[in-house]
């Protein structure tokens, strides 16, 4: 999901309780605020020598162990305010994937992003999905498309990962 598209849900949502599922069935507490959001430029060079760049909002979602038990998590109309104010400090890239950072004792703290968006009378729920890694060179490193992560494809000095 693009950081424009999210926004655009919160303003259709405004008046809804705002939802974040960072696992299967299990969501962040309702006791989270939006902590810091990140505009993050990535120059990347692959394995097989190809460079990329692309960019990201990141937005980190913390729960304050002093608000433990609140039984509404903020509405939609709040994140925007804080995303807007945001953005009139440093302009996020609206054409950049969004992701969510967020992580807990029992959950490894990670950057996250939408796997869907769901809705309801008083409620938007943000479905996060971990964001796997992958070899963005299998052609030069001559490794199937859905090679087994058991089989070692790769053979030294071949110039492959």
């Known amino acids: 999901m693009k950081t424009?598209?999210?926004l655009d849900l919160l303003k259709?949502?405004?008046?809804?309780?705002?939802?974040?599922?960072y696992t299967p069935g299990k969501r962040v507490?309702?006791?989270y605020?939006?902590?810091?959001?990140?505009?993050?430029?990535?120059?990347?060079?692959?394995c097989g020598?190809?460079?990329?760049?692309?960019?990201?909002?990141?937005?980190?979602?913390?729960?304050?162990?002093?608000?433990?038990?609140?039984e509404?998590?903020?509405?939609?109309y709040k994140a925007q305010s804080i995303l807007n104010r945001v953005h009139g400090v440093r302009p996020m890239q609206l054409d950049a994937l969004v992701k969510f950072e967020y992580g807990i004792d029992t959950?490894?703290?990670?950057?996250?992003?939408?796997?869907?968006?769901?809705?309801?009378?008083?409620?938007?729920?943000?479905?996060l999905k971990p964001d796997i890694t992958d070899c963005k060179a299998k052609?030069?490193?001559?490794?199937?498309?859905?090679?087994?992560?058991t089989q070692n494809t790769c053979q030294p000095g071949s110039g492959c990962c």
């Open 107 to 127: 959950f490894h703290t990670a950057q996250l992003p939408v796997q869907a968006a769901y809705f309801n009378e008083n409620e938007l729920l943000i479905q």
């Open 49 to 70: 020598g190809r460079a990329d760049q692309w960019s990201e909002t990141v937005i980190q979602l913390w729960e304050s162990e002093a608000e433990a038990g609140k």
């Open 139 to 149: 052609d030069a490193c001559g490794v199937p498309e859905h090679a087994e992560a």
């Open 4 to 6: 424009s598209e999210f």
């Open 33 to 46: 605020h939006i902590t810091e959001v990140k505009n993050v430029q990535i120059e990347a060079v692959d």
């Open 12 to 21: 259709e949502h405004s008046g809804k309780s705002l939802h974040f599922e």
């Open 29 to 31: 507490g309702n006791h």
């Open 72 to 76: 509404k998590p903020m509405s939609a």
